[in-house]
Nanobody, 124 residues
Framework: QVQLVESGGGLVQAGGSLRLSCAASGRTGSSYNMGWFRQAPGKEREFVSAIAWNGGNTYYAASVKGRFTASRDNAKNTVYLQMNSLKPEDTAVYYC?????????????????WGQGTQVTVSS
C-alpha cells in the first residue's frame, strides 16, 4: 500500500503561482509513475500532468502545458506541481496518484493509489 498526501493548495489571484506537493509513504519506491488530476465542482476528474518514475519524462494536459511543471525528488518520496499563470478555470481540488503502469498515461484507471486532494482556488 502507498499513502499519498497532497499539500500546498490555497487561494491565489489570477496570474499568481502555487506549488503543490505530494508526499508518499508506505510501500514507496521510485518505481511509480505519478500523476496529477483535478476535479472542479460538478465536473469529472480530469488529467493534469504525469511524471515518470525517474523524472525523465513528463506529460501535460493541453490546458496547462507551458504553465504547470511537474517534478519529483525520489530521495524525499515527494512529487511537486509548480503552477504558474493561474487562471480562474484552474480552480479545483487537485489530487496526486501513483501508477505501476510502465507507460505514462492520462486515464484514471491507470492509477492505483490516490491522495485526498488539496483545494486550489483562483480568484479573478
Amino acid at each position: 500500500q502507498v499513502q499519498l498526501v497532497e499539500s500546498g493548495g490555497g487561494l491565489v489571484q489570477a496570474g499568481g503561482s502555487l506549488r503543490l506537493s505530494c508526499a508518499a509513504s508506505g510501500r514507496t519506491g521510485s518505481s511509480y509513475n505519478m500523476g496529477w488530476f483535478r476535479q472542479a465542482p460538478g465536473k469529472e476528474r480530469e488529467f493534469v500532468s504525469a511524471i515518470a518514475w525517474n523524472g525523465g519524462n513528463t506529460y501535460y494536459a493541453a490546458s496547462v502545458k507551458g504553465r504547470f511543471t511537474a517534478s519529483r525528488d525520489n530521495a524525499k518520496n515527494t512529487v511537486y506541481l509548480q503552477m504558474n499563470s493561474l487562471k480562474p478555470e484552474d480552480t479545483a481540488v487537485y489530487y496526486c496518484a501513483a501508477s505501476r503502469v510502465l507507460v505514462l498515461g492520462s486515464q484514471t484507471s491507470r492509477y492505483d493509489y490516490w491522495g485526498q486532494g488539496t483545494q486550489v482556488t483562483v480568484s479573478s
